[in-house]
């Protein structure tokens, strides 16, 4: 990420899962935006009800639509990566969609896929060779 971020990328969660474990790792990893589900919480219980919008494959799209209108650039320059079938639909409008350790339809369906490495071979794929991901992430 720290790559990306050299680069002027702007990052972002959109999940399925619930916004607790998503704003962690948006800490941990310094991402710029996160979407998620928000679990209704009273008198300090979790009622087993989402606030606002589910986050499932459609949401996830119009999310990532969104975000790049948010940020003015263009769909065909966003990268989506997803592994299940729920973000299928982020990953077709995404100028670049890329299963990762994904299920065989999502891999079928992506522009590319990453099933053994971790998700800095998305680096490659960009065309960034080890020297320059050493070197911004250093600078």
């Known amino acids: 990420l720290a790559t990306l971020r050299a680069l002027g990328y702007k990052t972002a969660i959109l999940s399925g899962g619930f916004t ?43 999310l990532l639509r969104q975000l790049a209108q948010q940020e003015g650039i263009d769909l065909q320059q966003v990268i989506a990566v997803g592994d299940g079938a729920n973000d299928l639909p982020m990953l077709s409008i995404a100028g670049l969609g ?3 350790r994904a299920k ?10 990453i099933s053994t490495l971790g998700l800095d071979a998305i ?3 960009l065309g960034l060779s080890d020297r320059y991901q050493n070197h911004s992430a250093a600078g």
């Open 20 to 62: 607790y474990f998503a704003r962690d790792l948006q800490q941990h990893l310094g991402i710029d935006y996160v979407h998620a589900n928000e679990l209704d919480i009273a008198d300090g219980l979790v009622t087993g009800e989402v606030k606002g919008p589910i986050v499932d494959g459609n949401r996830k799209a119009e």
């Open 104 to 113: 065989p339809l999502v891999k079928q369906s992506a522009d590319q896929s």
């Open 123 to 125: 680096l490659y794929l």
């Open 98 to 100: 890329i299963a990762f």
